[in-house]
């Protein structure tokens, strides 16, 4: 957390200038959020009606109607139980309480507006505690303003409130690292461990982030000390945030699930013959069917549930072809590399010739800028590192599974604020030297 305002019009003795800028930063958000309302309530009425264009919405308003009723977790009577993670539903919940048993949608689209917003908060944050107060106003103004995190904030999916816990989690990471005293560090990394698991419970794919993340400063990071006790405080709070879940998988299927039954589907839906990058889950009644098949036919686990054993022959169907395929799963694995950073939308539904200069025109300089400011704080320290980490885990990820634009819009937020930490510096609003690569205690905190 920053702490403090901007210079320029704060000071322990200048209370009016702390007054005005917390003005300003509320006037920021109120304006992201506006745009993002707006954005919503133009997509339901243009584009979306009273429904949802994503198929994975629908689940999470299912589950959400079942949690407000207090009916168990699974999707549709005797239904899968093991089909999506708590987070999201769980915040759509409040919305049936408040609205009855058919709230309007375009609540959900609402809610994901403020999620979107708080991750403009989240980027904000994080340029100032990075690279001080011109970059923070710069990232603040680039998130709010970045069609990516507008077109989040209109649809009911995860991506809205993953978006808002990322940065957190990134912000609590750099608090670790820069804090003086190990009972200190170590605290703050369990925080982050939390925030981790909560954004893991909303967006699975996270789950690896954080032994990716610290692996990697083990490594490469020094003082390897410091990496090892903060990863040990974020494995901890990682743990403790997934536990409940994990205690309710294995009581469920009988096995250990980190996330959910759906990872041999998403496996199958990037690695199978007919893959092309995008998702397409038309192969799942063909899954279904076998394995129906194979159980009354006694060739099935019957101790196992339906849904653990058709996970794990979807999953193995996956890792079978791509043994048998290598070289068409490398070249897959370009394509969707390609999906996921791409300059406009894939599909061709939501990429007319507005949309696509819209895109270019704001991604480009954004992409360009933050790799430049993963380039210049390459051995400025580890929270620098922080920023552009999610977006190669996210990158990895993805080109096993599937790709899509969608999925890099919560990697931008650290693009975005070594982009702004760059401009800031080359506008002279910021001393490079001093504005970066400093850590609390005052020594250098690079790589090697």
């Known amino acids: 957390m920053p702490d403090s305002l901007p ?3 704060v000071s322990a003795d200048n209370p009016t200038g702390r007054a005005c800028g917390w003005r300003r930063l509320a006037l920021l958000l109120a304006v992201a959020l506006g745009i993002r309302i707006a954005a919503a309530v133009f997509w339901q009425a243009q584009v979306a009606g009273d429904r949802f264009v994503f198929g994975d919405s629908e689940s999470y308003w299912t589950l959400a ?3 407000a009723a207090g009916e168990p977790f699974e999707y549709g009577r005797n239904g899968p139980r093991i089909f999506r993670t708590p987070g999201y539903p769980a915040l759509l919940a409040p919305l049936f309480l408040v609205f009855g048993g058919d709230p309007p949608v375009i609540a959900a689209r609402c809610l994901s507006a403020v999620f979107s917003t708080i991750a403009v908060a989240g980027a904000w944050l994080l340029a100032w505690r990075l690279f001080g107060p011109a970059a923070a106003w710069l990232a603040g103004l680039a998130a709010a303003s970045y ?3 507008i077109a989040l904030g209109v649809l009911v999916l995860t991506e809205p409130v993953f978006c808002a816990l990322l940065p957190l989690q990134l912000l609590l990471w750099s608090a670790a690292w ?5 009972r200190r560090r170590l605290l703050l990394a369990l925080v982050a461990g939390l925030a981790a698991a909560a954004a893991t419970l909303v967006r699975p794919s996270w789950l690896l982030f954080v032994p990716f993340a610290a692996a990697i400063g083990l490594v490469f990071g020094r003082p390897r000390t410091r990496h090892a006790l903060i990863a040990a405080g974020l494995i901890a709070g990682l ?3 997934m536990l409940p879940w994990w205690l309710r998988n294995a009581r469920v299927a009988g096995h250990f699930v980190p996330t959910t039954l759906q990872m041999g589907a998403s496996l199958y839906d990037g690695l199978n013959p007919q893959a092309t ?14 394995e129906r098949r194979a159980e009354a036919s006694g060739e ?3 101790e196992d549930p339906f849904e653990y054993r058709l996970d794990r022959r979807m999953r193995d169907a996956a890792l079978a072809w791509a043994r ?12 969707k590399f390609v999906r996921i950073w791409n300059v406009w939308p894939n599909e061709p539904a939501f990429s007319t010739t507005i949309v696509r200069l819209a895109v270019a025109a704001t991604y480009l300089p954004l992409l360009l800028l933050g790799l430049a400011g993963a380039a210049w704080t390459a051995r400025r320290g580890w929270p620098y590192a922080l920023c552009w980490l999610p977006a190669l885990y996210l990158t990895l990820m993805h080109i096993v599974f599937v790709g899509s634009i969608r999925y890099r819009e919560p990697a931008m937020i650290g693009l975005i604020v070594l982009a702004a930490g760059v401009a800031a510096a080359w506008g002279g609003r910021e001393n490079w030297p001093s504005a970066i690569g400093r850590d609390a205690g005052g020594g250098r905190a690079g790589w090697g």
Do not use: C, T, W
């Not at 820069?178 to 190990?182: K, P, R, T």
């Not at 990058?277 to 009644?285: C, R």
């Not at 048998?324 to 394509?335: D, I, M």
């Open 7 to 9: 210079q320029s019009s």
């Open 178 to 182: 820069q804090a003086g005293g190990q």
């Open 324 to 335: 048998e395929n290598p070289s068409k799963a490398l070249r897959l694995a370009l394509v």
């Open 239 to 241: 743990i403790a945030g």
């Open 147 to 149: 069609p990516g995190l």
């Open 65 to 67: 109607r079942g949690i």
């Open 277 to 290: 990058g995008a998702s397409d889950m038309a192969y799942v009644p063909h899954f279904i069917e076998i």
């Open 300 to 302: 099935a686990n019957l």
